[in-house]
């Protein structure tokens, strides 16, 4: 009888000791491996300052007025990324972004193609210098420039994610066509009239001015050349006067670290006054594009797995502590997110293509003479 039990112990360990390994080092980010669980840190931050560093970031959101200051938010914006780019990678993938769900396509395809969009409407080719303004850990700016031979130039404001981004490179045997930055696309360390493309895929809605990152890319941007972006947008149902929608606006806002989500029309006005001429404008959620949010919702039992696994790990003291309350932080977040989406207030691809005017280079000339 003992033995019997003993038996029965020692299978119940095993398949329990094949469970843990399955899920801890096997399986990986929905759409390229980048991080095993037993990985899961802060970025940036040692382990002892992940729980702080959260409860600092929820803290700017308890005080409305302090998420305002415009000197704040690139600090809220760094802590956000230390705190969430593992579990990003971990959970989502190399590319922090939406895509519209495509019949018969992959989540990995529905997100290069979203990108390869990007690269055909800027009409990139090989010896192009394109800037991605906000590359996160490069997933976009690998597909742009496998897909377009041009040379990428990404910038993000977290050191974490430079670091990241220069390892995918190499390991995708890209790094001599991508380059990464740390710095703030608030005040790039880059020429005037250096890059002959620009795009940016779901990050300029961290600038606590639009304007400022508007008129920064303008900047940089050649004269006659353009400028493609993904924006976050309140679209033309939200109701300020509507108590759901300004919850879900909310929602979204502090589990993505955005000082404020603008709509629709503001950032046409917005490219206008940085001087861009805005060709098109438009919203590429709308139908016939399959919903966006259909893959968060996919995702819920992934997440109450991934939740269990990294409170496990907290609990042995694998993963830091802090991890837990960002994992919950961000499955909130998504409820909002497909809240948005199905109610059609919000939405994360409003395609903007601008272009610099030439007269600019005219006018250049001008003074030189």
Partial sequence: MVENM???????????GMGLYWILYVVGAAEQRGKRAVELGGGSLSRNQVADNYKQYSAFFEKPKEIEKADKVPKLVDTFYNLVTDIYE????????????????????ETRLHEEFVADLLKLKPGDRVLDAGCGVGGPM??????????????????????RARSHNKKAGLDRLCEVVCG????????????DSVYSIEATCHAPELQDVYSEIYRVLKPGRLYVTYEWVTTPKFKAENSEHVEIIHGIEHGDALPGLRNYKQIVEMASSAGFEVLEE???ALPPAQPWWKRLKMGRLAYYRNHIVIAILSFLGIAPQGVVDVHEMLFKTADYLTRGGETGIFTPMHLMICRKPLQQQQESAEDDE
Avoid: C
């Avoid at 003993?6 to 329990?16: N, Q, S």
């Fill in 142 to 163: 690998r597909a742009i420039a496998a897909h377009s031979g041009a040379n990428v130039v990404g910038i993000t404001i977290n050191d974490y994610q430079v670091e």
């Fill in 184 to 195: 703030n696309f608030l005040n790039m360390p880059f020429a005037d009239n250096s890059f």
């Fill in 282 to 284: 438009r919203d590429l």
């Fill in 90 to 109: 971990w959970g989502w993938g190399q590319s922090f972004h939406f895509s519209p769900a495509l019949p018969g396509k992959s989540h990995k395809e």
């Fill in 6 to 16: 003993m038996a029965w112990v020692a299978v119940g360990t095993a398949v329990l």
